[in-house]
């Protein structure tokens, strides 16, 4: 089970840490990622993080600007979101996956959370 916290309201430029909560024993066998969907468009991949937390991959549309974590001894993943903009305003979810890479930013995932509403305003 995976349960996301952190979203919530943020003026432009501001910023916005979310946190991913995993139950299991086996967290460090997951690659993490974060998704994000927007009212009216596809779930699109944002970052993800390999299984023991060294190797880190963003969308270009965040690259610079967000940065992926885990902590496998709290079986948490976050997502440190900086420089808010209000096209970044959407549904963000966090994945876990058993197998493949980190490199990857298709959306096959074995575990989904249910999502955190993040709204960035103008």
């Known amino acids: 089970q995976l349960v996301e916290s952190g979203g919530g309201l943020v003026q432009a430029g501001g910023s916005l840490r979310l946190s991913c909560a995993a139950s299991?024993?086996?967290?460090?066998?997951?690659?993490m990622g974060w998704f994000r969907q927007a009212p009216g468009k596809e779930r699109e991949f944002v970052a993800t993080?390999?299984?023991?937390?060294?190797?880190?991959y963003y969308a270009d549309s965040v690259k610079g600007r967000f940065t992926i974590s885990r902590d496998n001894a709290k079986n948490m993943v976050s997502l440190q979101m900086n420089s808010l903009k209000p096209e970044d305003t959407a549904v963000y979810y966090c994945?876990?996956?058993?197998?493949?890479?980190?490199?990857?930013?298709?959306?096959?995932?074995?575990?989904w959370g249910q999502g955190t509403q993040v709204t960035v305003s103008s």
């Open positions: 994945a876990a996956r058993r197998r493949g890479s980190y490199y990857d930013s298709g959306s096959t995932y074995d575990y």
């Open positions: 299991g024993r086996t967290f460090d066998s997951y690659v």
């Open positions: 993080i390999s299984r023991g937390g060294i190797n880190t």
